[in-house]
């Protein structure tokens, strides 16, 4: 029940935060606010209740709810946390009170239907990560786009429709390719048992035959990459990323990305090992690509929030390398990728939405200079450049750096590849900077500061960078048992002869972090 | 026997005595609100006396008329719809017409009609279905021109009732056709000549084509759609409603019926004009829609999209397709009761309010009113947490169950271009108010007529319905399956 309650505070605080509006004009925000911080310590005193969390995996839950729903399809309400929603979960609840911070000032209009919009956007994602059914799972997954949707229509800038539009068309075309995926798996699960289920656990020891594995990982992939975004279905998100406000645009990047990469994690690749080992050069292929074509696209930008979106999509495409490495390191990489780029955009785009309520404009040559003006915008702009190009002692760069070490003994030549993203990373970052903090200062570009609000945020989102970045111990932990069950099942099926060598490197990352072997 | 044979027939008895009644009352004293209670009444009571008929099935009264459980199941969705459109009529009617000029007989012609859907479920002869057939399409063409003195209405009332002829001249030539083939007029038997000969005459073929057009022109499936959006458009809204939903539910359980006993969907031929038809609807309705500025032209195409979606699960065969059709014919029903009903509560005195500048911004100045219509249009587009999502699962499950993935593909496909004018319908609801509309609007919430009692009832009620049939659709699919496999046990059973 208590995983429940993860979903509904959420949820039942929306129309709360909507009715707030009527006493105050701050009511909806404190509101908002105090349901995601209860939220976020239910969720810590539900992971560090027990020590359990050392041998969760799958199918051993941390904590299980489980209760009928639709017997006919044999559909359950079954909730499971482990390690990995666990940390997502907190992530989720973080970014959620940043992005109702990032809003504080910006929306002024029907303040009460944001908070509840983005209460229950936070809701559907949290539902997304504790749902281990596959088709409460599914129910989940559109849930958060309706709100989502409407926070970018109504709030939006100026070619919001166009964004809007594109992104729920692109996303629920992904979803529809999952459903029919998700329909077929129970129903072979029918064939094969006489009774339909959706349940994960149920579908996880499902044999099928190459040919069906293969269709039905494809339909996955569609589905979680659109999501992610991975290359040639990431049109949307520049677009979306730019026009939706701030507020949301922190939700997009910081946390519905996330549910991709964990549909990756948690269905993608435990549901079909047959088929791992074709796909995966395939997946990283494109998430090489996904690395440098971002990457190369960030540099040309001149608009701030869009430079940012595109180096996103860069940082996504490592998520997606080290997802098909195959490698528990890399695995881990990911995970870690998964929180600090949570964190690193969500700081980002809190500044850069600070510009743009400060100056009208996104475009990075009609600022310059502003670095006198606004010193405290433009000492953390820094630092989350700094966090986001990936320098040592931060968290991106343990996230990056995994990935790549991890995934080096299975495709060396990729890694080399997606290595030049991180020098291109370090070129779009200081660019920005340069353009818009240090160069010639214009006239009447005068504005006033972060408010200490703000300010106080984006300090600590920088602290949790810093921490994480030096001691990942805490995140790599919790998540170790989901992402070693991980790649059981896909390492006995890859080429053996690569086992020595992963096993002697992870040994060897994992004493130099101080982790018990 | 005699006596068992009233009982199952009861729902049907009492609907055309309450009509008799109905028409006796009106020629005795003409009072616009006592009528619309009666005929109300007359509904509530009918549905009162499904359980009771239900002790009484499967029963094959005469070899016209099968009362089974599945046949109660759709007499109750068309009764209660009915009972949810005379409630949203009465205060459109008020507004629309002045006390003498004579608005009683419309409850009239909608019990008749609905009479004539209840006898389309349970037809299992060719005869009692071309009289429901008739019955339903006669009424619903005078309902259609009820507004007289308005164009569109009337225009809309003679291209019904062209298509009606069209379709039931269609209907009799295949009738003949089948009929010379096999010399017998019930369902089951006309299909017992094929399967016992194991070769299926051209004739007997052609019959059951024209027979298949005629239904599918009642049912607006592309290329036999074109009179879906000019009727839809014409008609008063609470009529366009009743097209949509009592109509061609009554339809879709004859189709049901007829498929089953007659095992149709055996035959490569039928199966394959049935694919095309799917493919051609949802693409058709689809496309088109895109294109439309008239909520209820939108409304129409859609629809002719959304029977494409059935036919897809129709196709399926056997149990889960009976069962897929049937859910999705009562989630479609729910959904388009829903966003009608809104165009029906929001029109005013003198033109129905069906295009989209009226809706701008309307959920600033009515946020309830759009509420229910995002609602219905979510549901319509199959997102979660609104029927129309299960629905649609339903759909889809039934169709890669039987293995038809290209179906089922144009299905996808088409979902995820139907969302595109949905949305812009929901972007427009939550548009900027411009300054004359929020004026008329406000005018209009002011007058008395404008909120009323019975319309937040039945549209609370859609919505509620929506919503449960989204969360917690259990209830239901058990009643739809038991209900189904009577349908399909019958139609093994007999000899």
Redesign the interface.
């Known amino acids: 029940m208590a995983l429940w309650l993860l979903i509904l505070i959420p949820i039942l605080a929306a129309p709360f935060a909507w009715m707030g509006e009527q006493w105050s004009r701050y009511a909806p925000r404190w509101i908002a606010l105090g349901a995601l911080a209860v939220d976020f310590l239910l969720a810590l005193l539900l992971g560090g209740h027990s020590d359990r969390v050392q041998i969760s995996g799958h199918g051993v839950w941390l904590v299980e709810s489980h209760l009928s729903?639709?017997?006919?399809?044999g559909i359950s309400l079954h909730l499971g946390l482990d390690g990995l929603s666990l940390v997502l979960i907190l992530l989720t609840a973080f970014v959620g009170v940043v992005a109702i911070i990032a809003s504080w000032t910006e929306i002024q209009s029907r303040v009460g239907l944001f908070h509840c919009n983005v209460l229950l956007a936070l809701g559907g994602v949290i539902g997304v990560f504790l749902a281990i059914d596959l088709?409460l799972f599914?129910?989940f997954w559109?849930?958060m786009?309706?709100p989502m949707?409407?926070l970018i229509?109504?709030w939006g800038h100026a070619q919001r429709?166009h964004a809007?539009?594109k992104f729920?068309?692109f996303t629920?075309?992904g979803s529809?390719?999952l459903?029919?995926a998700i329909?077929?798996l129970?129903?072979l699960h029918q064939q094969v048992t006489g009774r339909p289920s959706f349940d994960y656990g149920d579908l996880m020891g499902l044999p099928l035959t190459t040919d069906m594995a293969r269709w039905l990982m494809l339909a996955f992939l569609i589905g979680f990459l659109v999501k992610l975004p991975a290359v040639p279905v990431h049109t949307w998100l520049p677009d979306t990323y730019t026009e939706a406000p701030t507020g949301a645009t922190i939700i997009l990047a910081g946390i519905l990305a996330k549910t991709g990469a964990y549909g990756l994690l948690r269905f993608t690749i435990p549901l079909f090992p047959e088929v791992m080992t074709e796909f995966a050069p395939i997946a990283m292929g494109l998430g090489v690509v996904g690395i440098l074509y971002g990457a190369l696209l960030a540099c040309a930008q001149t608009d701030i929030k869009r430079l940012v979106a595109y180096s996103s999509i860069s940082h996504m495409g490592f998520i997606l390398l080290g997802a098909f490495a195959g490698t528990e390191l890399a695995l881990q990489g990911v995970v870690m990728q998964m929180v600090a780029h949570g964190l690193s955009t969500g700081g980002l785009f809190l500044l850069a939405g600070a510009l743009e309520e400060r100056y009208q404009t996104r475009e990075m040559g009609q600022l310059g200079g502003l670095w006198g003006v606004t010193p405290r915008l433009a000492t953390m702009a820094l630092f989350f450049a700094c966090a986001s190009l990936g320098l040592p002692g931060l968290a991106n760069f343990i996230g990056e750096f995994l990935v790549l070490f991890g995934a080096y003994a299975t495709q060396p030549l990729m890694i080399i590849l997606a290595s030049l993203g991180m020098v291109m990373a370090a070129i779009y970052s200081l660019g920005m900077m340069q353009r818009t903090f240090f160069a010639r200062q214009r006239d009447a570009l005068t504005a006033p500061d972060l408010s200490n609000l703000a300010f106080g945020t984006v300090l600590f989102i920088a602290a949790l960078q810093v921490w994480l970045g030096l001691y990942p111990k805490m995140v790599l932990t919790t998540t170790r048992p989901v992402m070693k069950q991980l790649v059981q099942p896909a390492v006995a099926s890859t080429n053996p002869t690569h086992l020595p060598s992963q096993s002697l490197l992870s040994s060897h990352i994992v004493t130099s972090q101080g982790m018990t072997p | 026997m005699i006596l068992q044979d009233f009982i199952a027939l009861s729902p049907i008895l009492d609907l055309g005595a309450f009509s008799l009644v109905t028409m006796l009352a009106i020629a005795f004293k003409r009072h616009h609100a006592r009528i619309a209670v009666f005929a109300f009444l007359s509904c509530l009571l009918t549905l009162a006396t499904l359980p009771w008929a239900a002790t009484a099935t499967p029963r094959g009264v005469t070899m016209l008329l099968m009362v089974d459980r599945y046949a109660l199941l759709y007499m109750g969705l068309i009764l209660s719809t009915t009972m949810v459109i005379i409630a949203l009529s009465y205060r459109y009617l008020t507004i629309q017409f002045r006390e003498e000029e004579g608005v009683e007989e419309y409850y009239l012609l909608l019990l008749l009609a609905t009479f004539g859907g209840l006898v389309l479920t349970t037809a299992a002869h060719f005869v009692s279905f071309f009289l429901g057939f008739e019955l339903l399409g006669l009424s619903l063409c005078s309902l259609i021109g009820y507004l007289r003195t308005r164009r569109h209405p009337l225009e809309a009332a003679v291209k019904y009732l062209l298509l009606s002829i069209t379709a039931s001249a269609i209907l009799l030539f295949g009738l003949a056709l089948l009929y010379f083939e096999s010399g017998t007029m019930t369902f089951h038997s006309v299909g017992a000549i094929v399967k016992q000969t194991q070769t299926v005459p051209a004739l007997w073929l052609g019959g059951l084509i024209l027979v298949l057009v005629g239904i599918a022109l009642k049912l607006g499936l592309a290329p036999f759609h074109m009179w879906i959006p000019d009727v839809y458009q014409g008609a008063p809204t609470p009529i366009t409603t009743y097209i949509a939903t009592v109509s061609k539910a009554a339809v879709i359980a004859l189709l049901l019926r007829l498929t089953t006993e007659v095992g149709v969907l055996e035959m490569p031929p039928i199966v394959h004009l049935f694919s095309l038809l799917a493919v051609v609807s949802m693409v058709t309705g689809n496309v088109l829609a895109l294109l439309q500025q008239n909520v209820k032209r939108l409304l129409a195409y859609s629809s002719i999209a959304h029977f494409g979606y059935v036919l897809v699960a129709l196709l399926a065969g056997g149990p889960p397709a009976a069962e897929a059709v049937t859910f999705y014919v009562i989630v479609y029903c729910a959904m388009s009761l829903g966003a009608f009903g809104v165009v029906t509560v929001y029109s005013n005195e003198g033109e129905d309010k069906d295009r989209f500048e009226d809706y701008q911004g309307l959920f600033w100045t009515r946020p309830w009113l759009a509420a229910m219509l995002a609602l219905s249009l979510?549901s319509l587009a199959g997102?979660?947490?609104t029927a129309g999502?299960i629905g649609k699962?339903y759909a889809?499950?039934a169709g890669?169950?039987a293995g038809l993935w290209w179906l089922?593909?144009a299905l996808?496909a088409n979902?995820?271009v139907s969302?595109?004018y949905y949305?812009?319908l929901i972007?427009t609801l939550?548009g900027e108010v411009t300054e004359p509309a929020a004026v008329s609007q406000q005018e209009a919430v002011q007058r008395p007529e404008f909120v009323n009692w019975t319309t937040v009832c039945s549209l609370g009620f859609v919505a509620s319905i929506i919503l449960l049939l989204g969360v917690?659709?259990?209830p239901l699919?058990?009643l739809i399956?038991h209900s189904v496999n009577t349908l399909l046990m019958v139609a093994v059973q007999r000899p």
């Open positions: 729903w639709i017997p006919r399809w088709f599914f129910f559109e849930l786009l309706i949707y409407l229509v109504i429709r809007s539009f729920f068309l629920q075309a529809l390719v459903l029919v329909v077929a129970a129903l | 979510l997102i979660p947490v999502f699962f889809i499950a890669v169950d089922v593909l996808i979902s995820v969302l595109y949305l812009r972007v939550f917690y659709p259990e699919i058990d399956r």
